[in-house]
């Protein structure tokens, strides 16, 4: 399903400058096509020195290390990081539940704005850009550069619409292997599945080397449930609806939400996800901004 380019209020000008200061960068060694901002496993000959290693026939006498043979009288290699871009995933859920809250500002409107203004800034820095969600029409675009390939990417974006049942945790498997680089997976989504079928989809996109972050989208109410009269619950992904007094259900269901969250968590800790968990009554500029910034402090690292 797409839409007409200029349907794009999702993004903000004002918030796009103030986020284009600070850079998208992966957690983890990166595999790119073209040379970049990001960290490679890949070693090269670039200005970052990363290790030293012994002298085999065939290496470049250029990258000998001529002190380190005057104090061992051994031949070393000096080598470097090779910096490559990044390739950004952007994982949309699209379940009939994402489109919980008020026309103009559903969990949906929330995520779209996450996820069109992230792309946005990456693709700004140079970086690739693709889409997955399995909406009513899945939507599949490999993430590449240049700014009509992330036209497409925002225009396909806009013409989402969530609908029916959860599809998060196929999407994520399908991701894990259509996804053949490194790449960093950006997952926006209420998780409305069991954490320990979640944990496998997540192990599978660490196991294929990818950098996962997670933005958990959930709205006060869900947790506070504090309704005070009888009401209708209609389950927004096709089940039936359920007339119930919430004074008779509210401390078995904060119970239950608990426990989620306490699954969650341990979930985090045991993957070493980037995870975030979002109110949606926060300001996404905030939200983001709160998120560039952990990954500029947290830059670098092996996986």
């Known amino acids: 399903m797409s839409a007409a380019p200029s349907d794009r ?17 992966a957690r ?6 073209v040379s970049g901002k990001h960290r490679s496993p890949v070693r090269g000959s670039s200005l970052e020195f990363a290790q030293y290693r012994k002298y085999v026939p065939g290496d470049d006498t250029r990258r000998l290390d001529w002190r380190t043979w005057g104090r061992s009288d051994r031949f070393y290699i000096k080598e470097f990081e090779a910096d490559t871009n990044l390739r950004l995933c952007l994982l949309m859920d699209t379940s009939g539940s994402m489109n919980y809250g008020p026309a103009g500002s559903t969990r949906f409107d929330y995520a779209r704005k ?13 970086d690739a850009v693709g889409l997955w969600s399995l909406a009513e029409k899945p939507v599949e675009i490999p993430a590449k550069r ?14 989402i619409q969530p609908v029916g049942g959860t599809t998060l945790l196929t999407a994520l ?4 292997e259509k996804i053949r680089q490194r790449a960093l997976v950006i997952v926006f989504s209420d998780l409305f599945v069991p954490p320990a079928e979640l944990k496998s989809a997540v192990q599978h996109l660490r196991f294929r080397k990818h950098d996962v972050a997670f933005f958990h989208l959930l709205d006060q109410q869900e947790l506070d449930f504090d309704f005070d009269r009888p009401a209708r619950f209609i389950d927004m992904e096709g089940g039936e609806a359920i007339l119930a007094d919430p004074s008779l259900i509210a401390r078995n269901y904060r119970e239950a939400v608990r426990q989620y969250m306490h699954e969650i968590d341990e979930l985090v800790r045991t993957t070493a996800i980037d995870y975030h968990r979002v109110k949606l009554h926060e300001k996404y ?19």
């Open 173 to 176: 498997h399908d991701a894990a």
């Open 285 to 303: 500029d905030d939200v983001l901004a709160k998120f560039l910034l952990a990954r500029v402090q947290k830059k670098g690292g092996r996986a």
């Open 146 to 159: 240049g700014a009509s390939h992330l036209g497409l990417v925002l225009d396909q974006m806009a013409g």
């Open 9 to 25: 209020s999702f993004l903000d000008p004002a918030v796009l400058s103030r986020l284009m200061a600070l850079p998208l960068n």
């Open 28 to 33: 983890h060694a990166m595999l790119g096509g």
């Open 114 to 126: 996450l996820a069109g203004t992230l792309g946005y800034v990456a693709a700004q820095q140079g």
